[in-house]
């Protein structure tokens, strides 16, 4: 199992650098653009719900100020949530982004999905060092509970390949999915986790917050991140989605492969 | 590996493709596990074939014949809808060059990434880069970005690094075409000295005379179908007379190789040709020969090439080019209307006709291609490039060497005492 995973990453990830490195080539900011789009719309978001509409994150301590409180603690959830975001829509169009590879090399093409997830990873890890560098910055101090991260990284990332193959195996087939998904997700942010804890969610909401693979993850990340008590009825039950996700989509993408060369 | 060990063994392999256009469908059927179902379009269908290690495959046909699926199946890039495939050793295929290449990164980034595509290491691939640069003679541009690479240097480069793994077999669909001639000549010597180190080759192309010159054997498919599988100067000997027996007579099957369009379309309405142009008929004439190839002796005969072309009216009146080109590619002669200032004349509905008259041909012992381009008024932009649209077998009497005979005078001299 381990060698496996050892060489399926050998070959993934040059291949995740060959993506970012392209997608950043010329452009001066280079790879500074995963940060800037993050904080500018936690900048964003934070100005809106908390200057207009006076939101407030319950139980966050006295003595931070108010704004900076709320925007960090976005900052954390969006974190995970753009990251599920950036896999689900490029997964729709993985196999056809990578045509030539399809029809015309022999490539084991489980490791493009593992490549994508391994570049939003990239973003990921540079994201939680900003978010880190913040959290020092505003004098909060890092919380005991950050040693949930080595669990719940693996956890989110097996998610996001779970995704990544669903999605890429049923874009080929379906081409409206490169257009549903991302008009899916923005409408998902709303019904996610990320600008209220969970346990505030008004009971409309609150089913569909079960139902949703990402409350766990955004309120666990929170968690860990601000010292906040952990749902952990919630996380049992998600995980175990995740771990079936993960078959699931992996016996999807076994399944519908065969017809990928014929499709793209 | 025991050299007398099989190489490729197919059996009963087939290769169908769905019709079905409702993507739900295809999704469902997929799923189900029986794709199966429905109208198919069977691109190859029952093939047989077993290939030692060291043995070099041509595989000859028309286009749409089946053979670069039967390629791609070999790679492993398709999987058979029907029968098993066996394939043992490292496999360097000539597919489409340069297909993991991203334009945006260096060529020597381009090389180290698609190692592993090869079935090689990144340090594996580093060792072997200067070879590689080497042969690509593309110099310090492999510093430069992909996208910035000429399209000699960019299918030089990945020729370079699919044949440096050193491959049991090598799959090559017309990658010899590629490249300019000196390269040409250079990849074709790789392709030999790989092939004497013991490598299987399977060479699909439509250059017959490359196939005989590489393959002991050979495959002749049609519509998906084996026709013939036997020693390559047999087979090549057989298609060559079907595709003569062919033109010659006239018969006529709706998929004719693209390169050589039937001998007679119908004209369309002009509004269909919207900025276009296209040949309606072709046919050589030499004595008593009519058709697409003929059998000249050097000197003895008039050839006489006959055009007939449909160009949108709308359009200047085009200009028609005839290239003579040797079987080893070698531009012998050309013509060209717009050159020689001659106007092509044309009707309501865009339609003309030229004939080109080459008196006693001249052409020595060999066999040549004609290739005929239906251009634009100033014999620039091609509408219809027809490559080998005519074939010549030429003999001659006497030894003289060469592609054409000039007209010539000896003239001794008495030695004066």
């Avoid at chain 2, 072997?128 to 299918?155: C, H, K, N, T, W």
């Avoid at chain 2, 070698?330 to 009707?347: I, K, Y």
């Avoid at chain 2, 003999?395 to 060469?402: C, K």
């Amino acid at each position: 199992m381990l060698p496996a995973l050892r060489q399926a990453l050998q070959l993934a990830w040059p291949l995740a650098r060959r993506d970012i490195a392209a997608r950043y080539r010329g452009s001066v900011a280079g790879l500074l653009w995963t940060l800037i789009g993050p904080l500018a719309m936690v900048a964003i978001y934070a100005a809106v719900f908390q200057g207009v509409f006076k939101a407030r994150w319950p139980g966050s301590g006295a003595g931070e100020s108010d704004g900076l409180a709320y925007a960090l603690r976005l900052f954390a959830g969006l974190i995970v949530f753009s990251a599920f975001s950036e896999v689900a829509s490029r997964a729709t169009r993985l196999m056809q982004d990578n045509a030539s590879l399809v029809k015309r090399v022999v490539f084991p093409l489980e490791l493009l999905g593992l490549a994508l997830v391994l570049q939003v990873a990239v973003h990921l890890a540079v994201q939680l060092g900003v978010l880190t560098l913040l959290v020092l910055l505003t004098g909060s101090g890092l919380q005991a509970s950050l040693l949930w991260l080595p669990a719940l990284l693996p956890w989110l990332l097996l998610l996001l390949l779970a995704v990544a193959w669903g999605f890429s195996a049923l874009g080929c087939y379906l081409r409206d999915l490169q257009h549903l998904v991302p008009l899916a997700m923005s409408g998902l942010l709303f019904l996610s986790p990320v600008f209220y804890p969970f346990d505030q969610a008004p009971e409309v909401l609150r089913g569909l917050l079960w139902l949703n693979p990402l409350s766990a993850p955004i309120e666990a990340m929170r968690a860990a991140w601000f010292g906040l008590p952990m749902n952990f009825e919630l996380l049992g039950l998600q995980l175990v989605g995740a771990l079936l996700a993960l078959v699931l989509g992996l016996a999807l993408f076994r399944r519908l492969r065969p017809g990928f060369a014929d499709l793209v | 590996m025991a050299p007398t060990g099989i190489a490729i063994a197919l059996a009963g392999v087939g290769k169908s493709y769905s019709l079905e256009q409702r993507p739900w469908h295809r999704l469902w059927q997929q799923l189900l596990g029986r794709p199966g179902r429905g109208p198919q379009h069977h691109a190859l269908q029952g093939l047989n074939l077993e290939l030692m290690r060291g043995e070099s495959l041509g595989i000859i046909g028309r286009n749409g014949a089946g053979k670069s699926t039967l390629l791609q199946l070999v790679c492993g890039v398709l999987d058979p809808s029907t029968g098993t495939r066996r394939v043992e050793g490292r496999i360097a295929a000539l597919l489409e060059l340069g297909a993991g290449f991203n334009p945006e990164l260096t060529g020597r980034e381009n090389v180290r990434l698609n190692g592993p595509l090869l079935g090689l290491s990144s340090g594996e691939m580093d060792r072997r880069l200067p070879e590689i640069i080497e042969f690509a003679a593309i110099g310090e541009f492999i510093d430069q970005p992909v996208r910035s690479y000429s399209s000699g240097m960019f299918v030089r480069l990945a020729f370079a690094m699919a044949t440096s793994v050193e491959p049991d077999i090598l799959v090559i669909d017309e990658a010899l075409s590629v490249g300019d001639g000196v390269f040409a000549r250079r990849s074709f010597d790789r392709i030999m000295a790989l092939k004497e180190r013991g490598a299987t080759v399977l060479f699909c192309s439509h250059s017959t005379y490359h196939v005989e010159s590489l393959c002991q054997r050979v495959l002749w498919l049609d519509q998906g179908r084996v026709r013939m599988l036997g020693p390559a100067a047999e087979v090549i000997a057989a298609y060559n007379d079907y595709i003569g027996a062919e033109a010659h007579g006239m018969d006529e099957r709706s998929s004719m190789a693209q390169s050589v369009p039937p001998m007679a379309v119908e004209a369309q309405p002009p509004a269909a040709l919207a900025g276009q142009g296209r040949l309606l008929a072709l046919q050589a004439r030499a004595g008593e020969q009519v058709g697409r190839r003929l059998k000249l002796h050097c000197g003895r005969h008039d050839l006489e090439l006959d055009v007939a072309f449909q160009v949108d009216p709308a359009l200047p009146a085009p200009s028609v080019i005839m290239a003579l080109v040797s079987r080893a590619g070698t531009l012998v002669a050309s013509a060209g209307t717009h050159n020689d200032g001659v106007q092509l004349r044309r009707d309501a509905q865009g339609r003309g006709q030229v004939t080109l008259r080459l008196p006693r041909l001249p052409l020595l012992k060999g066999e040549y291609d004609i290739n005929i381009y239906l251009a634009c008024e100033r014999g620039l932009h091609y509408y219809v490039p027809v490559l080998s649209a005519f074939e010549l077998q030429v003999t001659q009497d006497g030894l003289e060497q060469g592609f054409v005979t000039l007209e010539h005078e000896w003239i001794p001299k008495t030695p004066s005492t």
